[in-house]
Structure formats: structure tokens, C-alpha cells
């Protein structure tokens, strides 16, 4: 075993008891955050662009864009089918994103997991946005390397991040969010 691989491992169970701290703004977690891959390079992005850009082909061989999406709030999840807490917000958000039309959510799978695994894990658990899966060694650009999962950004219309959750997020949340933040011109 090389000195590496201890040192992800290491890095991963430390990274496993992590929780974000928790302000007046951000309710308490329901769930544990669970760490994400140590698959990144080390030279990966710590930082979030203040107006992020993300182009990616959806399982459905469509494209998404975020900034196709300008005038509309977009929830940015960063999941993985072995993340429980990832599991059980799924169908809270495919509902936020079916019941609001001034949002869109896109699922993105940070794993290393085939095209036909994820078909078949979506067919037990559907949802209605989108979802693509990531390269774990190639992330997007804009966004941070996320460090735990799950990891959702909610996108103001006007491009900018309005807020990043680390660990699990419910709608009445990211409603808070949409609601406490002043409308911007796109």
C-alpha cells in the first residue's frame, strides 16, 4: 500500500465526521454529511465561481447549461447513489422542481458508476430534473471539488450563487433562500 492511498483514506474517514457549522441561517442537518471520493486531482478548484458556468449531457442525451437557464432559480445537486442522505432528498427535490416553474433543479452524480447503473438505479427512484454524471477527475470547472455529498448550490436568476449547502437540503430551505434574496435583473 502506498503512502497515497493511506493518505486519502485517511483524509476520507476524517472528512466522513465533518457537518458544515451551523449558523442562524443554516438549520441543523437531518442526516450525516457523507464524504465524496478522494478521487479529485490535487489540483482541483477550492472556490465556486460567483456566476458558475456548467454545460453537461444529461442521461437522456439531452444538454443542460446553466446559463440557458438565466432568468430562473437552478438548484445544482451534487450526489451519488451510495449517498443515503442524497437518496432521501431526491424525491423532495424532483417535487420542488415539478411543483415551481420559476426553478430548475439538475442532478449531478460525482461516482464512478456506469450509464446503464444509473438508468437502472433512476428507474427504482425516479425524479423529474435532470441528472448527468461527472467525471470524479475531471469536475466542473466552476464549481468546488465538493468535499462531502451531498453538495447543492442554488443559482439566483441572475447567474450568481445565492447560497451552497453542504449536507442535506430541503425545499423549505432553498425556498428560504429564494425568498430572502433580492431580485436581480439577469
Request: with cysteine.
Amino acid at each position: 500500500m502506498n503512502y497515497r492511498m493511506i493518505g486519502s483514506v485517511l483524509l476520507l474517514l476524517a472528512m466522513a465526521g465533518c457537518r458544515p457549522a451551523q449558523t442562524d441561517a443554516q438549520p441543523a442537518a437531518t442526516a450525516p454529511v457523507v464524504a465524496a471520493p478522494a478521487a479529485a486531482p490535487a489540483d482541483s478548484s477550492d472556490q465556486t465561481a460567483r456566476i458558475p458556468t456548467l454545460a453537461v449531457e444529461t442521461l437522456d442525451g439531452a444538454s443542460f447549461d446553466l446559463a440557458a437557464h438565466r432568468g430562473q432559480w437552478v438548484v445544482v445537486n451534487f450526489w451519488a447513489t451510495w449517498c443515503a442522505p442524497c437518496i432521501k432528498e431526491m424525491p423532495e427535490l424532483s417535487e420542488l422542481d415539478a411543483r415551481r416553474e420559476d426553478l430548475r433543479v439538475v442532478g449531478l452524480a460525482y461516482e464512478e458508476i456506469g450509464m446503464q447503473a444509473m438508468r437502472d438505479f433512476l428507474a427504482k427512484r425516479p425524479v423529474v430534473y435532470p441528472v448527468a454524471l461527472l467525471d470524479v477527475y475531471n469536475p466542473p470547472a466552476d464549481f468546488a471539488t465538493p468535499r462531502g455529498l451531498p453538495m447543492t448550490y442554488v443559482i439566483a436568476p441572475d447567474g450568481t450563487v445565492a447560497k451552497q449547502f453542504l449536507g442535506p437540503v430541503t425545499a423549505h430551505e432553498i425556498e428560504a433562500v429564494i425568498a430572502a434574496t433580492p431580485a436581480r435583473a439577469p
